[in-house]
């Protein structure tokens, strides 16, 4: 035997989706299994294996080109990069082979293929003495058969019979029983059992389907009761006629079939506290069993009925047309003679296939953007920036990117204030568990596994019993309104009660949840209890403000921002909640900071002064609402400041608000700033809304460094924010630490918006329209379907595909001193997951990371638009926007704007 | 009354015409336009609907001839306690569905094409509400088969939705041979007996009822909105209409109620996914409904079936919710939410359990009977007797 069994399923495993279920969304790299390889060359690895799209389309991509988007600047330049010229002509008279690719690139061209070109070649006749020539020297290629590795394959060849479509709807149906989690009223017998075993009580009774692929399935699963889940594979395997030393390809592609619901079998036996209510002893051979049992019974039954006619395989080598066709077109529209040497020009032709052109022209639209942000940050840093002396709050945000605004526009309004950026969890890394939750659930980021539990305990009753009669009620209606003879009662009860929830939430949707809302009732009375020690609690306080620079000089008031969104409509609500704390929200851990901050013992030990004061709050992202927490702890003397600092906040947030609108096209160009919030909060609530928010979807950059270099720069929501302060980090521990922590978060986040966006049907999970939540687990296209995997396409469209771009304020000595000693990092920065830029804004100098060095970046623009409100740089405008410096107060106006605009 | 009669049905259907040329000679008119339009065609249809109610309390009942299709056709509208309260119930769901379907759809590359089925669907369920015969019923009952036919394969560059479309529209022209059979054997003085009949096998199929319900759950492929307003209220409901407009009732319709009641109850709780589940809900009470119109309680089953529509269409809207609604629940009820279907297991034995929750998760086998057993017997015969006719055709071609 080549490889116990149980070792091909753990290869084959590390390919399925590693999502969860999908009330603890965590962002991360959609193809994490092939980040130790190259960027470039790992989409073009997983689109072979996915069948997916390794960038966007040319099309698309040439859209750009139209649009001005990608210049002929960028395609000069990516082409001098990545193509290698000898300065001379390819033909002679011809271009060179950077001249040639630049042009391949500036114009798209439709070449027939296949049938049409077939067609169009017949139809013109003779072609002439060029089109003879090339023909004669097109190289000569054998069709390649596609990969067959799964029995099905075979089967799908020879006889046109997908069995797939037999045995697919069915192991759909048992997966999802086993795993549902409350959807169904009956659960599946003896499913605690395991999958296998679940599937051999049901199935090996005697009176079975009577579909006729199933014939003597029964039989056979009473002789394999005693045999375990490995065995069953080899055996299913073995009649099959897989040869051994195939089994690890067939089992990688038998599982990669419906690898949604594979992947979900997969985390809850690697995973199973995440599980939302309860974790089936779920194993992946065991559905691997099951598939292959019926693979092998469907396809008995097909070679059975259609008796194989034999695939028809072609061995002729035949002169590569459509090759032959692209270089005469090439000739003619380059005016180029290629018959003094054909062979070179179809070289050359060849060289530039269509996925080398859409690396190249994905290569430029990438350059644009970076050019364009680092040209941003570095003008910037040039602009004087007045310091302000009197600091009267300070806020300390989530460096998620769609923070950026609210502190923008919190600096704006309120000159007097100053915001810092920390990952959302604040250092906290805590089992919470709130006043209503049944159980608790980790808030930190998902690669640290807490020891604390912190739990929020009521100390004044809110209107529980009401609450809990009501939401007994309404789950009573939900599910007898399902069955028979309750069924009928509801019906003809409540449908009064159903046409007034229909009316309002059709037409009335945010006045609808303020009703239902409303009888709710308040919420508790609370105080957190908080198991740490004194020394614990110094510890993440004193690294979370030195790390930030509040602790140089801190205001009166100190604000901790946590963030979530709370959303309709939506079953990916999680994924718009906080990554930094594992897909949570993160209002908890503010709380508890503050809570530790304000402790007289931390103060001492920290030095903090007495007349300063801790405040957790959380922001929703969703509906830009804010919620401070234990207001009545407040000391007198801090309260007028802490009014003064919730109206600026409050402000902001409208403010935040209307910018965030202009990307909803439903929201008027002329929205006023009074109608914002309303907006905003309606996408919150509305049944009928998919996007309630567009979340992450303008990711692409990430500043670490300190945050008087972007104060005052528009960054269009589109930049992770991390404080960090070079001069108080003499042993780089500090930065290290961000970098380790920051890197692969925001790239989980930005890479897992690259690749579904890129292909929203493979890697994606297409359109929300027809979603059907299935086993609260994850969503399926109608009844039954794979189980969906990534960001569906409402969360993605406005998606600027571009790799992070992280840019440090660091030496390129520094960073490459951290890289070197951390593998992980090393990694995701060497293979082009991430665009690494070092920053040294007192050289005025970045280095771009690339072929293992830093190497220095050319400013093209050093002119950017100077406004006094980040409101007319966004007015009126719904796409992209490039950098502006909104400098409150400053007299107007300066520099010109349409050099600028060509950045965008 | 006659202007009311025609406004309810026409103003849907002019609605559909005009977006229709529209669309056939390219023009792009805005989300907002094609949306508005559809929306205020459904709700001077509904709002035709309320007056018309109050002519009928006022003057009584009564119907409005259109003219004649041929001799003995006639084109009539009725207006009567059954048909009012069903106009204004489609034409508040279509308003409503409508204006939800105008947040839910936007931005979507089929928006035009969703508003022009619906406005479709819309004027053919008045077609069939207001037909004061079964010919002029037969017309409007095919084109909001085809509507809904359409809208389940509304994705259909993806196999799934199109094969669902495909189902349906199947099922719905197997079932139809039923009521053009009862149209034609009323018009040849047929007996009653014969006419409900196949009144109630055209039920089957447009109802979902046993054994012709598989296409009810494959038709949850379709975007939220459509599956909520044809598979949660109307189209679904259809049925039962046909039989109260006749007057057919009886020991088949009971029959026909009661097995698919049981039925669908029994397989809807196998179902682990939301839209399947609703949509035997859905099944299992326009069942109930059924029994009822056959005891002759026709009242009852008129109340019924609007009150289940409005809950259903309702709780198919909220789907997607469902992931915030649970946590939502969990948080009230300050604990697990309890288990269901103890009843199940205290009441049978564990190998009965066994064999009917294979049952309900097989959805009660009849996929296999019907498409593998019947339909595919059919199919290979058919193929099998041409594979015969090709050998005889050779062998005469030897021979001569």
């Known amino acids: 035997m080549s490889a116990p069994i149980g070792d091909l399923v753990e290869h084959a495993a590390h390919l399925l989706p590693e999502q969860g279920p999908l009330q603890t969304f965590v962002h991360h790299n959609t193809l994490h299994a092939f980040e130790d390889l190259p960027f470039h060359d790992a989409v073009v690895r997983a689109g072979e294996l996915f069948g997916a799209q390794p960038f966007p389309t040319e099309e698309e991509l040439h859209d750009h080109v139209v649009l001005g988007r990608i210049t002929d600047a960028d395609l000069v330049a990516v082409v001098a990069e990545e193509v290698a010229d000898d300065g001379l002509p390819v033909v002679p008279g011809g271009p060179t082979r950077r001249e040639f690719h630049v042009h391949r690139l500036r114009h798209l061209l439709d070449v027939p293929r296949g049938p049409s070109l077939r067609w169009l070649l017949a139809e013109a006749g003779d072609l002439g003495p060029t089109w003879a020539e090339l023909l004669a020297a097109a190289p000569k290629v054998v069709p390649t058969a596609a990969a067959a590795p799964r029995p099905r394959d075979r089967v799908l060849a020879e006889t046109g019979v997908d069995t797939d479509t037999l045995v697919h709807p069915l192991l759909i149906r048992l997966a999802g029983a086993f795993l549902d989690q409350g959807v169904a009223y009956w659960p599946m017998p003896a499913r605690d059992q395991g999958f296998l075993a679940a599937f051999r009580h049901l199935y090996a009774k005697a009176g079975g389907p009577p579909d006729r692929f199933l014939r003597g399935l029964g039989a056979t699963l009473r002789e394999q009761s005693t045999w375990d889940a490995e065995r069953t594979v080899a055996w299913a395997l073995t009649e099959l006629e897989v040869p051994e030393a195939d089994w690890g390809e067939a089992i990688l592609a038998t599982l990669l079939s419906l690898r949604g619901w594979a992947g979900m079998m997969r985390q809850f036996e690697v995973r199973p506290d995440r599980a939302p209510v309860a974790a089936q002893p779920a194993r992946l051979v065991d559905y691997l069993a099951v598939q292959l049992t019926l693979d092998l019974f469907a396809t008995r039954h097909v070679l059975a009925k259609a008796p194989a006619r034999g695939a028809v395989v072609e061995v002729t080598a035949r002169p590569d047309v459509e090759l032959a066709y692209e270089a005469f077109v090439l000739a003619q529209t380059m005016a180029v003679d290629p018959t003094p040497d054909p062979a070179a020009w179809l070289a050359l032709v060849g060289d530039c296939d269509g996925l080398r052109r859409r690396r190249l022209l994905h290569a430029a639209y990438e350059r644009r953007h970076r050019v364009g942000v680092l040209d941003g940050l570095a003008a910037h840093q040039r602009m004087s920036t007045s310091d302000n002396t009197s600091v009267e709050f300070q806020a300390v945000f989530c460096i998620d990117e769609r923070e950026e605004s609210l502190r923008r526009h919190l600096e704006e309004n309120t000159p007097t204030a100053q915001t810092f950026g920390f990952a959302g969890f604040f250092g906290v890394a805590m089992n919470y568990r709130g006043v209503h939750d049944i159980h608790s659930r980790p808030l930190c980021p998902v690669v640290i596994t807490p020891t604390h539990d912190v739990v929020e305990r009521p100390i004044t009753q809110g209107r529980a019993v009401f609450r809990k009669v009501r939401a007994g009620w309404s789950h009573h209606v939900g599910v007898g309104s399902r069955t028979l003879a309750r069924g009928g009662l509801f019906s003809l009860g409540l449908g009064a009660v159903g046409l007034a929830s229909l009316v309002g939430r059709c037409l009335f949707p945010r006045q609808a949840q303020r009703f239902s809302h409303r009888l709710d009732g308040r919420y508790p009375r609370t105080r957190l209890d908080i198991g740490y020690t004194v020394e614990e609690m110094v510890g993440i306080v004193g690294a979370v403000l030195r790390t930030t620079g509040v602790l140089a000089a801190p205001a009166p008031i100190v604000l901790l921002v946590g963030h979530g969104s709370s959303s309709m409509n939506n079953p990916h609500e999680s994924a718009h909640d906080c990554g930094a704390t594992g897909g949570g929200r993160g209002g908890p851990n503010a709380r508890a900071f503050a809570a530790m901050a304000n402790n007289p013992l931390v103060r001492a030990a920290l030095g903090l002064p007495d007349d300063i004061w801790f405040v957790g709050s959380y922001h929703n992202t969703c509906d830009d609402t804010m919620t401070y927490f234990d207001e009545d702890l407040v000391p007198a003397r801090s309260v007028a400041e802490l009014d003064r600092a919730k109206t600026a906040m409050a402000q902001a947030c409208v403010f935040a608000a209307h910018e965030r609108c202009r990307r909803f096209e439903t929201a008027p160009h002329d929205l006023a700033l009074d109608d914002a919030l309303a907006h905003a909060q309606t996408h919150a609530v509305d049944l009928g809304q998919p996007r309630p928010e567009y979340g992450h979807a303008t990711n692409a950059v990430c500043v670490v460094g300190r945050r008087s270099l972007t104060r005052g720069l528009y960054l269009d929501r589109r930049a992770f924010l991390v404080s960090y302060d070079p001069a108080s980090d003499t042993d780089d521990a500090l930065l290290t630490s961000l970098l380790l922590a920051v890197g692969p978060v925001c790239a989980g986040i930005n890479l897992e918006y690259y690749f579904s966006y890129v292909d929203p049907a493979r890697y994606g999970c297409g359109t929300k329209l027809p979603h059907n939540i299935t086993g609260l687990l994850g969503v399926m296209d109608g009844h039954a379907s794979d189980l969906r995997t990534g960001l569906p396409w409402q969360m993605v469209e406005i998606h600027e595909p571009v790799r992070l771009l992280l840019v440090v304020e660091a030496t390129p000595q520094r960073l490459s001193a951290i890289l070197s000693a951390h593998a992980g990092l090393a990694r995701l920065v060497g293979n082009g997951w991430i665009q690494l830029v070092a920053w040294v804004p007192e050289d005025d100098a970045m280095f771009l990371f690339r072929d293992g060095t830093f190497q220095p970046h050319l400013p093209e623009t050093t002119q950017f638009p100077v406004v006094s409100r980040s409101a007319e740089v966004y007015a009126g405008q719904r796409g992209h926007l490039g950098c502006a410096h909104v400098l409150a107060g400053v007299e107007l106006p300066v520099p010109v704007l349409a050099t600028a605009q060509e950045v965008r | ?400």
């Not at chain 2, 086998?365 to 090709?390: C, P, Q, S």
């Open chain 2, 1 to 400: 009354m006659s202007a009311l009669l025609i406004a309810a049905l026409g103003v849907p259907l002019a609605a559909f015409l005009g977006l229709a040329l529209a669309m056939w000679f390219g023009r792009v008119w805005t989300e907002g336009v094609v949306s508005g339009l559809v929306i205020g065609a459904a709700a001077i249809s509904g709002l035709s609907g309320v007056a018309l109610a109050v002519v009928c309390l006022v003057d009584g009942p009564g119907s409005a001839v259109l003219g004649t299709w041929f001799a003995g056709f006639p084109l009539r509208l009725t207006a009567d306690w059954l048909s009012v309260p069903v106009v204004v119930l489609v034409g508040l769901l279509g308003c409503l569905i409508g204006a939800f379907s105008q947040r839910y759809l936007h931005r979507d590359p089929g928006y035009r094409r969703f508003y022009l089925l619906l406005a479709l669907f819309v004027a053919a369920v008045q077609v069939v509400v207001l037909a004061g015969t079964l010919d002029l019923l037969v017309v409007g009952w095919e084109l909001a088969g085809l509507a809904s036919a359409l809208l389940i394969a509304f994705f259909h560059h993806r196999p799934g939705p199109v094969a669902g479309g495909l189902r349906a529209f199947i099922t719905y022209r197997i079932s139809d041979i039923g009521l053009i059979g009862a149209a034609v054997v009323e018009h040849h003085g047929g007996s009653h007996t014969v006419v409900g009949l196949l009144l109630v096998w055209a039920v089957l199929g447009k109802s979902a009822q046993f054994p012709l319900g598989g296409w009810l759950p494959r038709a949850m492929e379709g975007p939220t909105p459509s599956s909520a307003i044809c598979y949660g209220a109307i189209s679904v409901s259809l049925g039962p209409y046909l039989l109260l407009r006749n007057g057919v009732d009886g020991p088949a319709v009971i029959a026909v109620g009661v097995v698919t009641a049981l039925y669908a109850t029994l397989v809807g709780r196998a179902q682990t996914d939301i839209k399947s589940s609703l949509a035997y809900a859905s099944m299992t009470q326009i069942a109930v409904v059924l029994v009822e119109v056959g005891l002759g309680w026709d009242v009852l089953a008129l109340v019924h079936l609007i009150a289940h529509a409005l809950l259903r269409s309702g709780q198919i809207l909220r789907s997607p919710s469902l992931l915030h609604d649970h946590h939502h629940l969990e948080q009230s009820l300050g604990g697990p939410i309890p288990g269901t279907g103890r009843h199940f297991e205290r009441i049978l034995p564990a190998r009965a359990r066994t064999w009917l929750y294979r049952f309900a998760l097989e959805r009660g086998y009849v996929d296999a009977f019907l498409v593998d057993r019947v339909v595919g017997g059919l199919v290979r015969t058919v193929n099998r007797a041409a594979v015969a006719e090709e050998r005889w055709v050779d062998r005469q071609a030897v021979t001569r």
